[in-house]
């Protein structure tokens, strides 16, 4: 029966089927669903646009991610209120990527993930999210958060900076250099979409906030147009070449079109050479992708079931975010994954099923194919102070000011050193860093707990200790980190002494490096002429013995499953 349900685990559409199938699917369920696919719909279209910009492409490709794979893993997921597109996490791996490679290889990079994510789905690595810790995440998204503020300053001071560097501390330098090129229509903008956003949910009001500080932006922004003042938007920095020639600016009013990723111009608008060589550049911003992506629609899934109370299937979600990857760019979309904030959005609204993630995909079409025109007109300043609130709500600031002050010095050190090594270098290293850095501190704190305790003048024994005979007990694992240090001890209080009786009951773990370092320590007791008696083993220790075939020798090695027992030997 656990195998049969592991392998259900990643079949497709596991949360459509027990949403919509497994249980009664109503008129009345439908129409909570509409209801907050069009509430998140109208979130996700100013977003997408935003993080698809920020992410260095064209604004449609955020809402060609936000359709495709909007669809896609709703239907295929295993998440019933997950809304996927587009996420802010993703911007400072797929900028430096469309910077190098040009759309073609981020899309390239974005299929690759994909089927990294599908892997990692039938591996049935959908509990991975459990091995991260705390510290660990709070880290890389407050160092991904500072990353994506930074690179919203260019747009929401209207700076004129001509080439952005890689690296983190180079940008930071561009942006310093271009300050006396700030323009302050854009900034007045900026500012006033930013406070919006800042006093929009003081109301109360149904309305999600995203929708009137950009309408606001909008209307100021066109305002400052008519007197006069240029300020940057979507029409006036995109443009388009449709199929039939037609060219615009902005967003083209058309659904998205079925393309071959490889087929399109790198950054130069040359077609990209694809060789081995190059899928070879592309495979560590893939694996990243891949990597972010199911930590961050794992995490979603985590929030959103204990928000309604239900359980997402980990192994088909991660599938499901795979497919929608791989089908995207068919469709010029980018990476996509599970939106916390958004999803959230989703419960709220009132959701009951992917179907709503379904309809929020049909409203960004629509927004599409309707008013293209009029999104045009959206400033970048605006669509920057979207996107500097969006960093501080993923920083989750206050959590980690939270773990700062409470939590053990250990944790707020891997939290620090992930943050300085996400914003440094990227997010990959960050994780691996941090997961290193924090397992070897709790081995670290684990193995402190090992600790002998002296027994020989302990009175409440049923026989008393033989004289020349020493007694002790071993409290905690006995593993790699512990065990050389806790049989040091005792050879040097064994001098002077014929017979070492060894407790072991509370030894609950002997790994392969506690059981060397045992039987380096047996040896060492032969030599001196020292009898070693082991009493109480545990289960797992005892069956790691027998694995090694460590076998009792008369007047070296023994074992008893008493203490008592142990005490009075042979007698």
Known sequence: MHNQAQLQSVRLGVALRQACFNEPYSLTRLGRDVVAGITVGIIAIPLAMALAI???????????????????IALTGGSRFSISGPTAAFVVILYPVAQQFGLSGLLMATLISGIFLVLMGVARLGRLIEYIPNSVTLGFTGGIAIVIATLQIKDFFGLSVADMPE??????????????????????????????????????????GHLPAVLVGVGLGYGLHLAGVDVATIGSKFHYTLANGAQGSGIPPIAPELI????????????????????????PAAFSMAMLGAIESLLCAVV?????????????????QGIGNIMAPFFGGITATAAIARSAANVRAGATSPISGVIHALVVLAAILVLAPWLSWLPLSAMAALLLLVAWNMSEAHKAFDL???APRSDVLVLLVCLSLTVIFDMVIAITFGVILASLLFMREVAKMTRLHNLTDDRRHAHAVPEGALLYKINGPLFFAAAERVFGELMSLIEGHQVLVLQMEAVTVLD???????????????????ELRVAELQFQPLKTMARAKVHPVPGKLSFYPTLEEALLGGE
């Open 54 to 72: 920020a992410s260095g492409v064209p604004p449609q490709h955020g809402l060609y991610t936000a359709i495709v794979a909007g669809v896609v």
């Open 167 to 208: 690296t983190y501390l180079g940008k930071v330098e561009a942006l310093a250099h271009a300050l006396p090129t700030w323009q302050w229509g854009d900034t007045l903008v900026g500012v006033v979409t930013l406070l919006v956003l800042l006093l929009w949910p003081r109301l109360k009001l149904p309305v999600p």
């Open 260 to 283: 071959l990723p490889w087929s399109l111009p790198g950054p130069d608008g040359q077609p990209v050479v694809w060789n081995l060589a190059t899928l070879e550049r592309l495979l």
């Open 304 to 320: 959103l079931d204990g928000m309604t109370g239900r359980k997402h299937s980990s192994n088909a979600e991660l599938v499901g």
């Open 404 to 406: 700062i002050r409470r």
């Open 512 to 530: 392969a490096g506690g059981l060397s370092a045992f039987l380096q320590f047996e040896k060492q007791l032969a030599k001196q002429g020292v």
